[in-house]
């Protein structure tokens, strides 16, 4: 089975997510649950910063594989490319964007990204078994403190990373 979401606006894309739910057959609620902060993250990001973003998920037999097309500027590299999830939270503070692109890397088994002619692809696989909510939570937990901490800046101006003063 196969699903199409035009991403336009936030109040339509949390509604076409519950719709998709009661849509989408052999699928546990742990898994649901990766499945709906994937297609939130990627859908919110393509209604912020792309236009004519549509976002396809196909329902395979053991996974779901969810496309996104959308037409604007390239995803800079680093958010693509970071595999260090503190340095990445440090930009993310400075910035206050970037997070939500590494979480879809990590919850999904499989992402690839390409930029070509102005528009851009996303694609996710997402197995539909194999997975505990428990790895999520404690994922969540740990960027919630380390990024909702202020005073881990002050830490980081006075201690260097093996704890001892700089």
């Known amino acids: 089975m196969n699903y199409e979401l035009k991403l336009t606006q936030p109040k339509k894309l949390i509604e076409d997510i519950d719709n998709l739910k009661k849509s989408i057959k052999n699928i546990s609620e ?74 879809v890397k990590n919850l999904a088994d499989h992402f690839e990204y390409e930029y070509y002619d102005g528009k851009n692809k996303i694609i996710v696989k997402l197995k539909k078994d194999g997975w505990n909510f428990n790895h999520l939570f404690i994922y969540l937990v740990l960027i919630l403190l380390y990024s909702s901490m202020p005073f881990l800046n002050i830490w980081h101006a006075f201690f260097n990373d093996s704890g001892s003063r700089t």
Do not use: M, R
């Open 30 to 103: 742990d898994i649901f649950f990766k499945l709906e902060i994937i297609l939130d993250e990627l859908g919110s990001n393509s209604i912020k910063y792309a236009d004519n973003s549509v976002l396809h998920i196909k329902d395979f037999e053991d996974h779901l594989k969810i496309e996104v097309y959308s037409q604007g500027g390239e995803i800079p590299p680093f958010y693509i490319d970071i595999e260090d999830t503190k340095k990445l939270v440090e930009k993310c503070i400075e910035e206050g964007h970037g997070l939500g692109l590494h979480l």
